[in-house]
């Protein structure tokens, strides 16, 4: 969706959409049609709040946030649910052929954005919960960038151009 809003009004069409939201009763109405994909955004919402949170979680802030702006979040999260997937799969074909299989490696991925200390895996539902709650901080980062973006290009003062395209 590409938003078209003027400068001095996007705080305010943020809040008109978001009251558009909360009217449709959009958490209510997924909870009564997929208990647990409700129950999972709850828990992502859970986990961005202790990673917030400077005296029990990470304290990671948003400002933090927005210096990795070279997609990190979202390859760390990549890396989360590929694990869980791996793992799914693995529960999975044992189940099937009524055997043990190899648990995959919990070894730092290749594509893991930052230091070795921060590659945390524990098991499936930790993971995909931690990966939900990278690309939620992913996605706010991203749009902070975008809004900020659009009102520098929309606020800077037009230069003129000659034929040729140059700044005069």
Same mark, same amino acid.
């Given at each position: #969706?590409?938003w078209k809003?003027?400068?001095?009004s996007i705080? *305010?069409?943020?809040e008109k959409r #978001?009251?558009?939201?909360r009217?449709?009763?959009t958490?209510?109405?997924l909870?009564e049609?997929?208990?647990?994909?409700?129950m999972?955004?709850? #828990?992502?919402?859970?986990e961005?709040? &202790?990673? &917030?949170?400077?005296?029990f979680?990470? %304290?990671w802030?948003?400002e *933090? /946030?927005?210096q990795h702006?070279w997609g990190e #979040?979202?390859r760390?999260?990549?890396c989360?649910? *590929?694990?869980a997937?791996?793992?799914?799969?693995a529960?999975?074909r044992?189940?099937r052929?009524?055997v /043990?299989?190899?648990?995959?490696?919990m070894?730092?991925? %290749?594509? @893991?954005?930052w230091?070795e200390? @921060? @590659?945390k895996?524990?098991n499936?539902?930790r993971?995909?919960? &931690?990966? %939900?709650?990278?690309i939620?901080?992913?996605w706010?980062?991203w749009k &902070?960038a975008?809004i900020?973006e659009y009102v520098?290009?929309?606020?800077?003062?037009?230069?003129?151009r000659?034929?040729? %395209?140059?700044a005069q």
């Open positions: #969706m590409i809003f003027s400068d001095e705080v *305010h069409e943020i #978001m009251k558009r939201v009217e449709f009763s958490f209510d109405r909870k049609l997929d208990p647990d994909a409700y999972a955004v709850e #828990m992502i919402a859970r961005v709040c &202790r990673q &917030r949170d400077p005296e979680g990470e %304290g802030t948003v *933090h /946030d927005d702006a #979040m979202s760390a999260a990549s989360y649910s *590929h694990l997937g791996l793992q799914i799969r529960e999975a044992a189940r052929d009524q /043990d299989t190899t648990a995959p490696s070894a730092v991925p %290749g594509d @893991w954005p230091d200390k @921060w @590659w895996p524990k499936i539902n993971d995909l919960i &931690r990966a %939900g709650a990278l939620a901080s992913e706010g980062r &902070r975008n900020a520098s290009t929309r606020a800077a003062p037009a230069t003129a000659d034929e040729s %395209g140059s």
